[in-house]
């Protein structure tokens, strides 16, 4: 092979690196240019970034608060009993109409109980959940308020106060809370909540049971 022909293959081989040497350099040195976009797609548009101004409004703000009384679609409370609990300004007495009661939704009720209200109120309502027992334990070690606070206990469900309440009250207690106690309106979807309450009313009702509401054929020769 003549010499010529293996210098321009050496110095082409060469050259043929450098492009590569080049461009990883690039990579690895921060550039404060733009990209250059061949497929433009949505790189560039006009936009405002979160948190930055915005100069059409007094408040500069490019975030806008939420619109007063802005209803998201399919969430229009005009039906106060389904949404709120109540009848007329009154506690609702009865489980909304659309929320036929049955078995089923007693069961799914018992389910969402025993996931959301035991751990305070107890598998039975008597307010002698874990979270309860475990901070009695705490309040009784200690000389007085626990990092600064005191517990109130969970309310037992079988309370005189609590039984005479209609149905609507419950309703609302578990949508917005009570005092010390937090809402769930957040967390549990408005019908787990009917069937939450509707499954309250029927431990309450265990708990003061006769034999007279026990059905005859399972009454045990009683
Ligand atoms: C984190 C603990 C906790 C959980 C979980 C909890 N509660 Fe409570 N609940 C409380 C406390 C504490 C009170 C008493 C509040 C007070 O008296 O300040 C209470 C009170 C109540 C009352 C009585 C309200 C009244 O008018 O006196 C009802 C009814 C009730 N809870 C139902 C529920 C239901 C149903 C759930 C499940 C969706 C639930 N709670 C989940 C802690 C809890």
């Not at 069937?195 to 509401?213: F, G, H, P, T």
């Amino acid at each position: 092979m003549p010499r010529i022909i293996i210098i321009v293959l050496l110095i082409g081989s060469l050259l043929a690196m450098l492009p590569p040497v080049i461009a990883a350099q690039a990579r690895s040195t921060p550039n404060p240019n733009r990209p250059i976009n061949l497929i433009q797609d949505m790189d560039l548009q006009a936009k405002f970034k979160a948190q930055s101004e915005n100069d059409l409004f007094a408040d500069k703000r490019s975030q806008r608060p939420q619109i007063q009384g802005t209803v998201a679609r399919n969430e229009a409370y005009l039906d106060t009993h389904f949404n709120e609990g109540t009848v007329d300004g009154q506690w609702a007495t009865t489980t909304p109409s659309q929320l036929p009661m049955n078995m089923a939704r007693l069961q799914r009720g018992e389910e969402r109980f025993n996931i959301y209200c035991t751990p305070c109120h107890g598998y039975s309502g008597a307010g002698d959940g874990a979270i309860n027992q475990r901070a009695l334990e705490l309040v009784s070690n200690a000389d007085g308020p626990v990092n600064g606070t005191v517990w109130v206990a969970a309310k037992s469900l079988h309370d005189a106060t609590v039984t005479i309440q209609p149905i609507g009250q419950l309703f609302n207690t578990v949508t917005h809370g009570v005092r010390n106690m937090a809402g769930y309106g957040s967390q549990v979807p408005i019908e787990d909540r009917w069937a939450i309450v509707a499954y309250v009313r029927a431990l309450q009702r265990s708990q003061n049971a006769s034999i007279e509401d026990v059905p005859a054929d399972k009454r045990g020769g009683l």
